[in-house]
Nanobody
């Protein structure tokens, strides 16, 4: 059984950087051939794939967010993280981490975290 859990601040001020961590249990984030994604859902809108880090450490980001997004991992803690800079109220959303097979990363997932609400407000 694979479990993912997001953690980080629930409130971020405009212009600040969001830092979220996904803690994975039941599988190693280096296991071939899986990839680990960040997805978000603004209120009243659909899911938006943000980016991914693969089992080998390679990263890819949604072109609309690439300039503000950084994804990294800590293999010793079995965690991967998201940093999103220059936050605005439009970044208010529920943020999820999820696992997917590497060839369909950004398209399909088999395990999800429960999600964490992030609100951008002064």
């Amino acid at each position: 059984q694979v479990q993912l859990q997001e953690s980080g601040p629930g409130l971020v001020k405009p212009s600040q950087t969001l830092s979220l961590t996904c803690t994975v249990s039941g599988d190693s984030i280096t296991t071939t051939y899986y990839a680990w994604s960040w997805i978000r859902q603004p209120p009243g809108k659909g899911l938006e794939w943000m980016g991914v880090i693969s089992f080998d450490g390679s990263t890819y980001s949604n072109p609309s967010l690439k300039s503000r997004t950084s994804i990294s991992r800590d293999t010793f803690k079995n965690q991967f993280s998201l940093q999103l800079s220059s936050m605005t109220p439009d970044d208010t959303a529920v943020y999820y981490c999820a696992r997917g097979y590497w060839s369909v990363a950004g398209k399909a997932y088999d395990y999800w975290g429960q999600g964490t609400q992030v609100t951008v407000s002064s």
